[in-house]
C-alpha cells in the first residue's frame, strides 16, 4: 500500500480518533486508490464530509455503476451517510449480473446478486428494486445517485435513474449521443467526462454542459455529497404574486435554459421580459416556464418535471408510446407528457393561458389536457414545422402517423402562432384555428449594450470578416464557402458546434472556431468586429433561422448561401426590405464569383428595432391577452 507521502492535517486527528468507522473507511480508501490520490486530495475531502456531517441532509448515496465499480470507496463514504448502496450491472453471456452492495452507518448489512438472461430494462429495473428491499428507505428519504458509464445502455440507465426519482449526477466514459443520453442529460444535476478530447466530442452535438470530472476523486464526490443546493427540485408553491395576478401564464417546453439549444432563448426572453412588457400596459401578469431540464429548477419562477424514460410511464401511455416507437416516428416528449399530466393534477393552482411550445412534439396533447383540466386559453408555439417539415423524410405509415397526431391535438389548441407564414401554412393545414406570426428576434438588451460599449471602426480594412453563429449542420456544411477565400482577404469566425467534423475548417488558417459561447454579450461584442453574417440553407422554402436576427440587430451584412432558388421561401420575406442581403449558389464557381466581387457595406438600418425580441414578444402578449375578455373556467 503507498500511502499519501504527506500526513492527515492535525486538526482532523481527533475527528479521526472519535469516529472509528472514518478511519476504517480511510483506510479502505488509501487501499482501493492510493495510486491517483494526493494527500492534499485526502485531507481537503475528509475535512469537507467531517465538517459537513452533522448538518448534511443527505440520507442516502447510491452509486450505480455499468460494469465493475473499481472507483468508489463506500466504506469511506458511508462514514459520512448513514445508508451507502453500491449496484454493480455487469454483462454476461448469457445476459446481465447485478451485484448489490449495502453499508450502514459505516459497515456492511447487506450483500446479494441476481441475474438477468433476458435484456428488459423494466424487468431488470424491478429485479434491482427488489434486492434494496430488504433494507427499506422511506420514500421521503433524501437520496443522490451517481451513474458511472451510463452511454453502455442508456435506455437501462434512464429507466433505473427514473425508478429512483432522485437528484442524479452521471460520469461517462464517451461522449456517445442519442435520444436516452438526451433525455438523462437533460433531467441530470451534472455531467462529467474523462478529459479533454471527451469533452470536445461532447460540445459538437450535446446540449447540457459537462465537466471533466472523476468518480475516484473525493473532492468532487464531497463537493457533490455535500452541495445543498442541488438536494432538493424547489417546491411548488404558491407565490404572493400568484395570488393576486390579474393573468397567469405557464410556458411549457421539453428543454428550458440552462441547456444550449437556441430554442430556448426565444423561451426565455418571454419567460423573462413579458411581465415588464404587460407592466407598460397595467397588466399585472405572472409567466411560470414549465421544463424537463433539472436544472431549470434553480431559476425563479420554473418548475421541472422530469422525463423518467420509457417504461414507467402509465398503462394507458405505454400503449400509444410502444405504437409510436414501432412505428418509427420521433417520439421525445411522449413520455413526458405523462408524466406531466401526473404532477400537474396535484398543484394547487391554475394557469389562464398556457403555452406548449414545440419541437420536440411528443406532449403536443397536453394542451387539451390542460385546457380540461384549467379550463385555460391553448397557444400552440410551433418553432418549427411539424408533419410538414421538407427536411424530414418519413414513411406512408409515419406519415400518416404524424399527421393525425397533429391535426388531433392542435385542435385542442386556439391559436396557433410561428415563425413565418411558411410554416404557419403546413401546420395542421386542414384544422380551422386563428393563426399568427411570432417571429424570433434580437435581444435589445444585448445588443444596444453592446454597441453602445463598441469603439471598433470597421472600415479602412481591407480584411473582410466573416462570422458565422450557431450549428454547422451535417447537410448544410460551408466548406465550399471557405474553400473559395482569397488568402489574406477573407477570413471566418465561428460561433457554435460542427456536426459535419470538416477537416477544411480545422486546418485552414483563415477559419477560427471559438466553440459555444453562453455569454451573448460577449458574441454580441465579436459580431460587431465582423463585417458579414453567413446563414445557410438547404433549400426549404418554410427554413427560419434565429443567427440572422443577431446580424440584422449588429448591422452586418448577410450572406445567404443555399441549396434552392435564390431570393424565396421565409427568409426573403423577412429581409426582402433591408439592405446589405446577398444571395448565392452553394457552388464553387458561384461562391468564387461573389467573394471576388463582394465589398461589405458597412450599413446602419434604421428600422431594425421591428426586428427585436421585444417587439414581437409584444405581439404575443396582445393574444394572450385576449382571453381576459371571455376567460375559461375549469
Same mark, same amino acid.
Given at each position: ?75 469511506? %463514504? *458511508?462514514?459520512? =451517510?448513514?445508508?451507502?448502496?453500491? +449496484? &454493480? @450491472?455487469?454483462?454476461?453471456? !448469457? ?125 468532487? %464526490? *464531497?463537493?457533490? =455529497?455535500?452541495?445543498?443546493?442541488? +438536494? &432538493? @427540485?424547489?417546491?411548488?408553491? !404558491? ?53 424537463a431540464t433539472s436544472n431549470a429548477a434553480l431559476f425563479q419562477n420554473n418548475r421541472v418535471i422530469r422525463d423518467r424514460g420509457n417504461f414507467l410511464v402509465s398503462p394507458k401511455a405505454r400503449n400509444s408510446l410502444n405504437k409510436a416507437i414501432k412505428i418509427g416516428v420521433p417520439s421525445l416528449g411522449l413520455s413526458w407528457s405523462d408524466y406531466v399530466k401526473e404532477e400537474t393534477q396535484k398543484w394547487d393552482e391554475q394557469f389562464d393561458t398556457v403555452i406548449i411550445s414545440v419541437g420536440p412534439f411528443g406532449y403536443l396533447e397536453l394542451g387539451g389536457f390542460f385546457k380540461q383540466i384549467w379550463g385555460s386559453q391553448i397557444i400552440y408555439d410551433f418553432r418549427d414545422p411539424y408533419g410538414g417539415d421538407a427536411r424530414m423524410v418519413f414513411s ?239
Amino acid at each position: 500500500m503507498n500511502l499519501p507521502a504527506k500526513p492527515i492535517d492535525s486538526s482532523m486527528i481527533q475527528v479521526l480518533q472519535e469516529s472509528p468507522e472514518i478511519l476504517r473507511g480511510l483506510l479502505a480508501h488509501i487501499h482501493r486508490n492510493s495510486k491517483s490520490m494526493t494527500a492534499e486530495e485526502l485531507t481537503s475531502s475528509l475535512q469537507t464530509l467531517a465538517t459537513s456531517r452533522e448538518n448534511l441532509p443527505l440520507e442516502r448515496l447510491v452509486f450505480i455503476s455499468m460494469g465493475k465499480n473499481n472507483n468508489v470507496s463506500p466504506e469511506f %463514504l *458511508s462514514a459520512f =451517510i448513514n445508508r451507502v448502496e453500491i +449496484i &454493480e @450491472i455487469l454483462s454476461t453471456n !448469457n445476459g446481465y449480473e447485478i451485484l448489490y452492495t449495502l453499508l450502514l452507518s459505516g459497515s456492511l448489512a447487506y450483500q446479494d446478486k441476481a441475474l438477468h438472461t433476458i435484456n428488459d430494462p423494466g424487468l431488470i429495473t424491478a429485479s434491482i428494486n427488489h434486492l434494496t428491499r430488504k433494507y427499506e428507505t422511506s420514500e421521503n428519504c433524501c437520496t443522490k445517485v451517481f451513474f458511472h458509464k451510463p452511454e453502455k445502455e442508456p435506455v437501462l440507465a434512464e429507466t433505473l435513474i427514473g425508478a429512483l426519482n432522485a437528484p442524479f449526477y452521471l460520469f461517462f466514459e464517451n461522449a456517445i449521443y442519442n435520444q436516452s443520453i438526451l433525455r438523462l442529460e437533460n433531467a441530470a444535476k451534472k455531467c462529467f467526462v474523462p478529459d479533454d478530447q471527451t469533452l470536445t466530442e461532447w460540445k459538437k452535438q450535446h446540449v447540457v454542459q459537462a465537466e471533466i470530472g472523476h468518480m475516484e476523486k473525493l473532492t468532487l %464526490l *464531497s463537493e457533490l =455529497i455535500t452541495d445543498q443546493a442541488q +438536494i &432538493e @427540485i424547489i417546491p411548488q408553491e !404558491n407565490s404572493e404574486k400568484s395570488k393576486s395576478s390579474d393573468h397567469r401564464v405557464l410556458i411549457v417546453s421539453y428543454f428550458s435554459l440552462p441547456t444550449t439549444l437556441v430554442s430556448t432563448q426565444r423561451l426565455s426572453y418571454w419567460h423573462q421580459t413579458l411581465e415588464e412588457i404587460a407592466a407598460e400596459v397595467d397588466v399585472d401578469l405572472e409567466v411560470i416556464w414549465l421544463s424537463a431540464t433539472s436544472n431549470a429548477a434553480l431559476f425563479q419562477n420554473n418548475r421541472v418535471i422530469r422525463d423518467r424514460g420509457n417504461f414507467l410511464v402509465s398503462p394507458k401511455a405505454r400503449n400509444s408510446l410502444n405504437k409510436a416507437i414501432k412505428i418509427g416516428v420521433p417520439s421525445l416528449g411522449l413520455s413526458w407528457s405523462d408524466y406531466v399530466k401526473e404532477e400537474t393534477q396535484k398543484w394547487d393552482e391554475q394557469f389562464d393561458t398556457v403555452i406548449i411550445s414545440v419541437g420536440p412534439f411528443g406532449y403536443l396533447e397536453l394542451g387539451g389536457f390542460f385546457k380540461q383540466i384549467w379550463g385555460s386559453q391553448i397557444i400552440y408555439d410551433f418553432r418549427d414545422p411539424y408533419g410538414g417539415d421538407a427536411r424530414m423524410v418519413f414513411s406512408k405509415k409515419q406519415r400518416e402517423w404524424i399527421d393525425q397526431h397533429e391535426e388531433d391535438n392542435v385542435n385542442h389548441g386556439d391559436i396557433v402562432v410561428s415563425v413565418n407564414e411558411q410554416c404557419l401554412s403546413v401546420i395542421a393545414p386542414h384544422v380551422e384555428i386563428e393563426r399568427a406570426i411570432v417571429n424570433n428576434g434580437y435581444n435589445e438588451t444585448i445588443v444596444n449594450k453592446a454597441l453602445h460599449s463598441h469603439t471598433h471602426n470597421r472600415e479602412g480594412s481591407d480584411l473582410i470578416k466573416f462570422v458565422y453563429c450557431g450549428t454547422i449542420f451535417r447537410d448544410r456544411g460551408i466548406d465550399e464557402f471557405v474553400t473559395a477565400f482569397s488568402e489574406g482577404k477573407h477570413e471566418l469566425i465561428h460561433f457554435g458546434r460542427d456536426q459535419t467534423n470538416s477537416k477544411i475548417l480545422l486546418s485552414h488558417d483563415a477559419i477560427e472556431q471559438r466553440g459555444f459561447i453562453t455569454d451573448k454579450s460577449i458574441l454580441a461584442s465579436e459580431m460587431l468586429n465582423c463585417d458579414a453574417g453567413i446563414l445557410r440553407l438547404g433549400g426549404e422554402g418554410t427554413t427560419g433561422t434565429t443567427k440572422i436576427f443577431d446580424y440584422i440587430g449588429c448591422d452586418l451584412d448577410i450572406i445567404i448561401i443555399t441549396d434552392g432558388k435564390l431570393e424565396s421561401g421565409a427568409v426573403h420575406d423577412l429581409t426582402k426590405d433591408l439592405e446589405g442581403i446577398f444571395w448565392v449558389n452553394n457552388s464553387p464557381r458561384a461562391l468564387k464569383q461573389f467573394l471576388t466581387t463582394y465589398s461589405p457595406t458597412r450599413i446602419k438600418r434604421e428600422n431594425r428595432d421591428t426586428y427585436s425580441r421585444k417587439h414581437q414578444a409584444s405581439i404575443l402578449l396582445d393574444l394572450i391577452l385576449r382571453s381576459q375578455v371571455n376567460p375559461g373556467a375549469p
